[in-house]
């Protein structure tokens, strides 16, 4: 089973240097994430294309198309299958063999590429194929623009390759051809679809998370977000997770007289404190997500306010970006019904907050947040590898339980997927209570449920159940579980 990898247009226009550069990268991340799924796979770099052969097994090829469609650097992906060519009727059966149901009462139409010496054209084999396709598949009807299916096919000397599917890439560069940022995360979708926008552009993408003296679920709530987005789409490159206690800072914001500018003070110490944090990760610019008017201090005038407390470049990717645009990016990624668990918590809050921060003013109710205190928060703030983080917790992680034989008896496993993906495929556990509970009516639903009782959560998305799991503990549950069957 072979898999074609069409680099990014970007990079294929780029000087030889530099397209040798991203086309070795890419070959090195993609053959990292596909020998971890079977050690047989072999990755050939192909100046442009990368080639990708694995074992015939599907249960395989699923694993890796998962893989291939989140790696930066790839605009899509051509799955093929090949044969030997003999001849034009050899050709055909191949085509017929592999595609005849999927040609039935559809137009289609026959490309080919070819290379190497034949005694043939290119379209003499499309036209032979056509025409056999036509006369020997019910319905098939050849349609030259726009056909519902196109027969692609490659013939290179004497290998035939059909294409079976055709997967779209996230596009970008690959990781890390271009320099480390840092991004200022909070869970939500702002700062999840912005670290991700970094990561596809091949950027190594830190994360920054500030604790503003809330609750132990809202940070190890964010974690799992930030290892989610680092798994899927940048694992190839470790990356940093450093947590900011910030709790004096808003201390000070909170006892200052100047109700309306604590947004503006809150996002310049943010900044602050971001910028050491850069310094010490000897990273080169700082991504927030932040769009242009969303908020009162996502004025363009108080964002001129803000960034003036740092030398260090201060990145927006999201700037021009509607809530909706942001919101369906994150349901793209796999991360909207995380962020939309994240429990909200800011420890500022403006009473009637200015769009238009005066400096003099803002300055005056800056005097009490004092370099030193921002220098303690960063010098005292762990700075761990992802990895670490999420495999040692320094917060309440539940049990995660992979055998349906193994959870505890007497436990209610509660289903917590929206109704549509339930019905899709509903859980069905022998001998152990399964109840169905959507995640977003989960904390009121618990309220009435005895804590003492073994709660095990369950979504095909293990961090959602994670998610929740957290927040139950922060409620009063201790006997919580996670089900992520195999």
Known sequence: MKFILRLQAEITVKSKTLRKRHGTVLSSNVRNLVKKVTEEAAVRWLWDKIEVEIPNDERLAEQV?????????????EEVVQSEFIDFEGALQFVLDKMAPALKNKTFAVRIKRRGKHDFSSQDLAMYIGGGVRARVEGATVKLVQPDVTVQLWLENSTLSLQVARLT????YPLPTQETVLSLISGGFDSAVSSYQFIRRGARTHFCFFNLGGAEAHEAAVREVAYFIW?????????????VDLSDVVGAILSQDEQG???????????RAASLVAAKLNVQALVTGEAMGQV??????????????????VLRPLIT??????????????????????????????QK?????????VHAAEAGITDEMIEHAVNTAPVRDIRDVHDNPSTFMPTIIKQAEDLPEGALVIDIRSPEEEDEAPLELA????????????????????????????????????LQAISLKEQGFSNLAVFEPN
């Not at 198309?65 to 992906?77: D, M, S």
């Not at 798994?231 to 470790?238: A, G, R, V």
């Not at 500018?261 to 900044?271: Q, T």
């Open 65 to 77: 198309r998962e893989i291939l469609v989140c790696i930066p650097g790839i605009a899509h992906i």
């Open 169 to 172: 890439g996230i596009g970008g």
């Open 231 to 243: 798994k899927k789409y940048s694992s190839t490159h470790p990356v940093k997770f450093i947590s």
């Open 261 to 271: 500018v604590m947004g503006v003070l809150l996002k310049r110490a943010m900044l």
């Open 296 to 313: 009162s201090s996502q004025t363009l005038s108080n964002l001129q306010v803000i960034d003036e407390v740092t030398s260090t470049l």
């Open 321 to 350: 970006m509607d809530k909706q645009h942001i919101v369906d990016i994150a349901r793209e990624i796999g991360v909207e019904q995380m962020a939309a668990a994240i429990p909200e918590y800011c420890g500022v809050i403006s």
């Open 353 to 361: 907050p200015t769009v238009k921060a005066k400096r003099g003013v």
């Open 431 to 466: 001998k152990v209570e399964v109840q169905h509970i959507p995640f977003f009516k989960l904390a009121t639903s618990m309220s009435s449920m005895a804590p003492e009782r073994t709660y095990v959560l369950y979504h095909q998305q293990g961090v959602m159940s994670r």
